[in-house]
């Protein structure tokens, strides 16, 4: 598995007033781990704003992300779960609980994880599983399912 679980941080309880405000808190946690520069957050947005709610890969699961950069460190996942759902705009997948925020160092990187991620969310109970988590231990447990 090339998903950075062990390294991935967790914010469960997070208040967003709508999706831009949910994105940007997963790449604050981002930046927090020294994984991404701070140019990374407005990048998840921009390309939301731009590509439409394209993240949006499951119910009530979101997964930001923007190309591989020089801001980007390392590979990571930052998981934030909220406290009240937000809608991206999304036509079956809205409301999002949970805000998974990748960055990836190389492209090809980029697709594995994303491709891993998507297998690992379509596990029957996973998104119910990460939206009720409250410790880490929690939501690093139900991606490894």
């Not at 990374?40 to 009530?60: D, K, N, T």
């Not at 991620?117 to 231990?137: E, I, K, P, Q, Y």
């Amino acid at each position: 598995m090339s998903l950075p679980l062990d390294e991935a941080t967790f914010s469960p309880g997070v208040h967003a007033d709508d999706w831009r405000a949910a994105v940007r808190a997963a790449g604050v946690d981002l930046v927090t781990a020294s994984a991404v520069g701070r140019a990374y957050v407005e990048e998840l947005v921009q390309q939301i704003e731009s590509a439409g709610p394209y993240c949006v890969v499951a119910p009530g699961v979101a997964v930001p992300h923007a190309k591989a950069s020089g801001v980007v460190r390392r590979d990571a996942l930052a998981i934030v779960v909220l406290d009240e759902p937000v809608a991206f705009g999304h036509p079956h997948n809205d409301p999002v609980r949970v805000v998974i925020g990748l960055a990836a160092t190389s492209a090809r990187q980029h697709l594995r994880m994303l491709a891993e991620l998507a297998n690992a969310l379509d596990g029957s109970g996973v998104t119910d599983a990460l939206a009720a988590a409250t410790t880490r231990d929690e939501a690093i447990a139900a991606l490894r399912r």
